[in-house]
């Protein structure tokens, strides 16, 4: 069974730049979450996927933060424009199940952005 | 805050010996997760305690959750090059559909 899988590994890019980063969960996890660590923090939480629907997005930063899910499928994640201090590790994660019992996240490799 | 602490920040330890690491939070939980992440790499799920537990075991790691205390830790036994990396706990806190992360514990293994 295929994991969690994140595009690009590694984003460089200039401020003012956009750039997109998906996210393709397991097969049949309702659940598809974002989280952002910048260097040396804490990872935090962005926001969550039930299907096609946001189920909490309190955890974006900004406005230039749109977070998509087509059809309850991949999501992506673009920044626009993007600034120095959204440089960081994006990780993706899915489950399944709407209970806290069965809350084992799985997460993809995560995108380094670096923006300069 | 959703912030939880672990501690300590970094642990450097020899091969063979066993590595503590505690994680302490503000709310109530639903259940608490250890992670561990290699350089480079994504967050791999190491093992799940609920709330009603009070201790559990996967292998050569032990977790015990004291939700008194708020506080959890984890212990590696006989600890081997391969298990360093970074340790983060995760808290599935009560109402919210999220794990929440702490800094987390880098932790190396000297062989």
């Known amino acids: 069974e295929a994991g969690v899988t994140q595009f690009p590994s590694h984003s460089v890019i200039e401020k003012g730049q956009t750039v997109t980063l998906r996210c393709d969960p397991i097969s049949g996890h309702d659940n598809l979450y974002w989280y952002r660590r910048v260097m040396g923090k804490e990872i935090k939480f962005l926001l969550h996927?039930?299907?096609?629907?946001?189920?909490?997005e309190s955890g974006m930063p900004n406005n230039r933060f749109l977070a998509e899910r087509t059809g309850g499928t991949y999501s992506t994640l673009k920044v626009q424009p993007a600034e120095l201090e959204d440089s960081g590790v994006y990780f993706c994660?899915?489950?399944?199940?709407?209970?806290?019992?069965?809350?084992?996240?799985?997460f993809g490799q995560g995108t380094r952005l670096t923006v300069v | 805050s959703q912030q939880g602490e672990e501690d300590p920040q970094a642990l450097s330890i020899q091969e063979g010996e066993n590595a503590t690491m505690n994680c302490s939070y503000k709310?109530?939980?639903?259940?608490l997760q250890w992670y561990r992440q290699n350089s480079g790499r994504g967050l791999v799920h190491l093992i799940l305690?609920?709330?009603?537990?009070r201790e559990k075991h996967s292998g050569r790691l032990r977790v015990t959750l004291d939700t008194s205390k708020k506080s959890s830790s984890l212990l590696i036994t006989a600890s081997r090059a391969a298990d360093t990396a970074s340790y983060f706990c995760a808290r599935y806190q009560t109402g919210a559909n999220n794990l929440f992360f702490g800094t987390g514990t880098r932790l190396t293994v000297i062989p």
């Open positions: 996927f039930v299907k096609e629907s946001k189920q909490d």
């Open positions: 709310t109530s939980i639903n259940n």
């Open positions: 305690i609920r709330s009603n537990e």
């Open positions: 994660a899915s489950s399944q199940g709407l209970s806290g019992a069965r809350t084992e996240a799985f």
